[in-house]
């Protein structure tokens, strides 16, 4: 089976840097997604990692380290708009689907 | 379309009515994934369908969830005799395949179950 952790909630200043970790325990690992969801939407896709160290994309960077276990995702330049929701998911080697940990809730401050 | 549509929006039923719920993936996506958001947990896998493959339905939580895959397009998933407990934002996802094998998912259905 599969455990995902990471911090129900975290609150950061409009402006600056956050990084929301996520731990996870897969029988088999191919792969590790985030995606933000806003309150009552759909999740969109932020980043993927399938191999160890940082992806960049614009404001938001993915880390990786599978020996750890562990990933993070970095967001810079906190708008208020990044207020939503950040899934951690894994997909085990032997599997297509997605197992997702509960969230982070992100409240970002004026 | 440009990205995975879902119907009805919101469904609210009565305990022991059976319901559907329709999925239309992107076009040309093989991959399509049912999934269940109950409030404040993360999402759970339900049942996943890839081309003319058997589906793997190793996350459907009992016999009175079902879905079927027409023409490898369309997807419906069907709950019968709900329960209380169904009620959730049930999501679909597609995807294309390939090394990342991205999920775009869907606005959702939110099921009530009164």
């Known amino acids: 089976g599969q455990n995902i952790d990471q911090p129900t909630e975290m609150t950061a200043t409009e402006g600056a840097i956050v990084q929301i970790n996520c731990t996870y325990q897969t029988s088999g690992f191919n792969g590790l997604f985030w995606y933000q969801q806003h309150a009552g939407e759909a999740p969109t896709f932020l980043s993927y990692?399938?191999?160890?160290g940082l992806e960049e994309k614009g404001r938001f960077s993915s880390f990786l380290s599978r020996s750890k276990g562990y990933s993070y995702l970095l967001l810079k330049e906190l708008q208020m708009k990044d207020s939503a929701s950040y899934l951690c998911a894994v997909r085990d080697g032997s599997a297509r689907q997605l197992t997702f940990g509960s969230g982070t809730q992100l409240t970002v401050l004026p | 379309g440009a990205g995975v549509s879902q119907s009805p929006s919101n469904k609210v039923t009565e305990k022991g009515k059976d319901v559907e719920l329709r999925c239309d993936p992107i076009?040309?996506?093989?991959?399509l994934y049912w999934y269940r958001q109950s409030l404040g947990q993360g999402l759970e896998f339900l049942i996943y369908?890839?081309?003319?493959?058997?589906?793997?339905k190793s996350g459907l939580p009992s016999d009175r969830f079902s879905a079927e895959r027409t023409g490898g397009s369309v997807s419906t998933l069907t709950i019968q005799r709900t329960q209380q407990e169904d009620s959730a934002v049930y999501l679909c996802a597609s995807s294309l395949g390939g090394p990342s094998d991205t999920q775009y998912f869907g606005p959702g259905t939110r099921l009530t179950v009164l």
């Open positions: 076009s040309g996506h093989t991959a």
């Open positions: 369908f890839q081309g003319n493959s058997a589906p793997d």
């Open positions: 990692n399938v191999l160890d």
